[in-house]
Nanobody, 124 residues
Protein backbone atom coordinates (compact mmCIF):
# COMPACT_ATOMS: atom_id res chain seq x y z
CA UNK A 1 0.00 0.00 0.00
CA UNK A 2 1.27 3.44 -0.93
CA UNK A 3 1.45 6.50 1.24
CA UNK A 4 1.25 9.87 -0.48
CA UNK A 5 2.32 13.05 1.28
CA UNK A 6 1.71 16.47 -0.25
CA UNK A 7 3.61 19.61 0.59
CA UNK A 8 4.21 23.10 -0.76
CA UNK A 9 0.87 24.73 -0.13
CA UNK A 10 0.51 28.12 1.44
CA UNK A 11 -0.86 31.62 1.18
CA UNK A 12 -0.03 33.61 -1.94
CA UNK A 13 -1.30 36.74 -3.62
CA UNK A 14 -3.09 36.63 -6.98
CA UNK A 15 -0.53 36.27 -9.74
CA UNK A 16 1.88 34.41 -7.51
CA UNK A 17 3.28 30.91 -7.86
CA UNK A 18 3.56 27.76 -5.81
CA UNK A 19 5.08 24.37 -6.45
CA UNK A 20 3.37 21.40 -4.85
CA UNK A 21 5.16 18.12 -4.23
CA UNK A 22 3.76 14.65 -3.64
CA UNK A 23 6.19 12.13 -2.21
CA UNK A 24 5.25 8.46 -2.52
CA UNK A 25 6.32 6.02 0.16
CA UNK A 26 8.14 3.47 -1.97
CA UNK A 27 9.79 2.85 -5.32
CA UNK A 28 6.68 1.44 -7.04
CA UNK A 29 5.40 4.89 -8.01
CA UNK A 30 6.50 4.30 -11.61
CA UNK A 31 3.71 1.71 -11.90
CA UNK A 32 1.00 4.29 -11.21
CA UNK A 33 -0.73 7.02 -13.10
CA UNK A 34 -0.64 10.10 -10.89
CA UNK A 35 -2.99 13.03 -10.58
CA UNK A 36 -3.75 16.17 -8.66
CA UNK A 37 -7.26 16.96 -7.46
CA UNK A 38 -8.57 19.86 -5.47
CA UNK A 39 -11.54 20.60 -3.27
CA UNK A 40 -12.63 24.22 -3.10
CA UNK A 41 -14.93 25.42 -0.32
CA UNK A 42 -18.46 24.23 -0.93
CA UNK A 43 -17.54 22.20 -4.01
CA UNK A 44 -16.86 18.61 -4.92
CA UNK A 45 -13.38 17.31 -5.47
CA UNK A 46 -12.32 18.01 -9.05
CA UNK A 47 -9.49 16.88 -11.26
CA UNK A 48 -6.71 19.40 -11.83
CA UNK A 49 -4.15 17.41 -13.78
CA UNK A 50 -2.92 13.90 -14.46
CA UNK A 51 0.28 12.36 -15.74
CA UNK A 52 1.01 8.95 -17.23
CA UNK A 53 3.45 6.48 -15.73
CA UNK A 54 6.31 7.70 -17.91
CA UNK A 55 5.28 11.34 -18.03
CA UNK A 56 4.61 11.17 -21.77
CA UNK A 57 0.95 12.11 -21.47
CA UNK A 58 -0.70 14.81 -19.39
CA UNK A 59 -4.14 16.34 -19.03
CA UNK A 60 -5.34 19.52 -17.39
CA UNK A 61 -8.62 21.01 -16.35
CA UNK A 62 -9.61 23.86 -18.63
CA UNK A 63 -9.48 26.24 -15.69
CA UNK A 64 -5.75 25.67 -15.13
CA UNK A 65 -4.44 24.95 -18.61
CA UNK A 66 -1.57 27.24 -19.48
CA UNK A 67 -0.95 28.12 -15.84
CA UNK A 68 -0.24 24.76 -14.16
CA UNK A 69 2.30 22.12 -15.12
CA UNK A 70 2.41 18.56 -13.80
CA UNK A 71 5.62 16.57 -13.80
CA UNK A 72 7.09 13.50 -12.17
CA UNK A 73 10.46 12.15 -11.16
CA UNK A 74 10.12 8.41 -10.73
CA UNK A 75 13.66 8.11 -9.41
CA UNK A 76 12.69 10.41 -6.54
CA UNK A 77 9.19 8.94 -6.13
CA UNK A 78 7.81 12.43 -6.44
CA UNK A 79 5.12 14.18 -8.47
CA UNK A 80 5.00 17.95 -8.81
CA UNK A 81 2.45 20.58 -9.68
CA UNK A 82 3.87 23.93 -10.68
CA UNK A 83 1.18 26.58 -10.31
CA UNK A 84 1.74 29.98 -11.89
CA UNK A 85 -0.44 33.07 -12.16
CA UNK A 86 -2.59 31.87 -9.31
CA UNK A 87 -6.12 33.18 -9.01
CA UNK A 88 -8.46 33.39 -6.01
CA UNK A 89 -10.58 30.63 -7.54
CA UNK A 90 -7.59 28.30 -7.23
CA UNK A 91 -8.04 28.37 -3.47
CA UNK A 92 -8.59 24.77 -2.39
CA UNK A 93 -7.11 21.78 -0.68
CA UNK A 94 -4.96 20.01 -3.24
CA UNK A 95 -4.70 16.22 -3.16
CA UNK A 96 -2.31 13.83 -4.83
CA UNK A 97 -3.72 10.52 -6.07
CA UNK A 98 -2.42 7.31 -7.65
CA UNK A 99 -4.18 4.81 -9.93
CA UNK A 100 -2.96 1.47 -11.26
CA UNK A 101 -5.61 1.40 -13.98
CA UNK A 102 -7.20 4.58 -15.26
CA UNK A 103 -9.86 5.16 -17.89
CA UNK A 104 -11.33 8.51 -16.88
CA UNK A 105 -8.73 10.52 -15.05
CA UNK A 106 -11.32 12.89 -13.59
CA UNK A 107 -13.18 10.09 -11.81
CA UNK A 108 -12.08 10.04 -8.20
CA UNK A 109 -13.33 6.49 -7.69
CA UNK A 110 -10.71 5.12 -10.06
CA UNK A 111 -7.82 6.10 -7.79
CA UNK A 112 -6.36 3.59 -5.38
CA UNK A 113 -4.45 5.92 -3.08
CA UNK A 114 -4.82 9.48 -1.84
CA UNK A 115 -2.80 11.91 0.17
CA UNK A 116 -4.31 14.02 2.92
CA UNK A 117 -3.95 17.24 1.00
CA UNK A 118 -2.20 20.58 1.24
CA UNK A 119 -3.98 23.92 1.53
CA UNK A 120 -3.52 26.54 -1.17
CA UNK A 121 -4.98 29.96 -0.47
CA UNK A 122 -4.84 32.75 -3.05
CA UNK A 123 -5.86 36.08 -1.61
CA UNK A 124 -4.82 39.71 -1.66
Amino acid sequence: QLQLVESGGGLVQPGGSLRLSCVVSDSSMHLYKMAWFRRAPGREREGVSRISTTGQATDYADSVKGRFTISRDNAKNTVYLQMNNLKPEDTAIYYCAAAAILEDWTNTREYNYWGQGTQVTVSS
